[in-house]
């Protein structure tokens, strides 16, 4: 029996689907959402079940709309470009929630290095950060302990998590979707819950 071939460039076939199916978890998108010209639903669930080998092409543009690396998709290696440190010490402080860390070491980027890929890097975050910042700072002001109704709770972490999907963070708005729809279900308003979460798989 002939072995079976694969794409010089990806890996099995099955482990391909397999990580494809984390990142579009994890990004909060369903196989309709995350679907292109010329690659449906039903393609992306033959390629996640691994009973089709994705073209380097298509697994670009896959990587693109979930937001990681195509290598990562493709073989299960991420590409490392470190970039100046400021760079790292600014991303790890926004992922730890230190806003203000973080804007301090982007600023820092755009005043001592003159790398275009950096500048442009540092400036597409500190923009994000600001939309964040502020979604952060609501959630914390609004949902500990300035809002007892749980609908009304849920209520403000879902118009956080449309402003976030507006300004292209699906992952944040993902986080703040789960938030809200954990509230609503609390609060046995299934009916709101089960059109929220319709809306958002629709996004």
């Given at each position: 029996?002939?072995?079976p071939?694969?794409?010089?460039?990806?890996?099995?076939?099955?482990?391909v689907?397999?990580?494809?199916?984390?990142?579009?978890?994890?990004?909060?998108?369903?196989?309709?959402?995350?679907?292109?010209?010329?690659?449906?639903?039903?393609?992306?669930?033959?390629?996640?079940?691994?009973?089709?080998?994705?073209?380097?092409?298509?697994?670009?543009?896959?990587?693109?709309?979930?937001?990681?690396?195509?290598?990562?998709?493709?073989?299960?290696?991420?590409?490392?470009?470190?970039?100046?440190?400021?760079?790292?010490?600014?991303?790890?402080?926004?992922?730890?929630?230190?806003?203000?860390?973080?804007?301090?070491?982007?600023?820092?980027?755009?005043?001592?290095?003159?790398?275009?890929?950096?500048?442009?890097?540092?400036?597409?975050?500190?923009?994000?950060?600001?939309?964040?910042?502020?979604?952060?700072?609501?959630?914390?002001e609004?949902?500990?302990?300035?809002?007892?109704?749980?609908?009304?709770?849920?209520?403000?972490?879902?118009?956080?998590?449309?402003?976030?999907?507006?300004?292209?963070?699906?992952?944040?708005a993902?986080?703040?979707?789960?938030?809200?729809?954990?509230?609503?279900?609390?609060?046995?308003?299934?009916?709101?819950?089960?059109?929220?979460?319709?809306?958002f798989?629709?996004?």
């Amino acid at each position: 029996m002939t072995a079976p071939h694969y794409h010089a460039h990806v890996d099995d076939p099955v482990a391909v689907g397999r990580r494809l199916k984390e990142a579009r978890l994890a990004a909060g998108l369903s196989q309709r959402s995350l679907s292109l010209p010329g690659c449906s639903s039903a393609y992306i669930s033959r390629l996640e079940a691994g009973d089709r080998v994705p073209s380097l092409q298509l697994l670009r543009k896959l990587a693109q709309k979930l937001g990681v690396d195509e290598e990562y998709l493709a073989r299960g290696v991420e590409r490392v470009d470190e970039g100046p440190p400021e760079l790292v010490e600014a991303e790890v402080a926004r992922r730890l929630g230190d806003f203000e860390l973080a804007r301090e070491r982007y600023q820092a980027v755009l005043e001592a290095t003159s790398a275009p890929a950096a500048r442009e890097e540092a400036a597409g975050q500190l923009a994000q950060l600001r939309g964040e910042t502020l979604a952060e700072e609501d959630r914390r002001e609004l949902v500990p302990g300035g809002l007892d109704d749980p609908g009304d709770r849920a209520r403000v972490l879902w118009r956080h998590s449309r402003t976030l999907l507006d300004r292209g963070d699906r992952k944040g708005a993902a986080r703040y979707a789960r938030d809200a729809l954990a509230l609503l279900d609390y609060a046995e308003d299934r009916e709101l819950a089960g059109t929220r979460e319709r809306e958002f798989a629709r996004a």
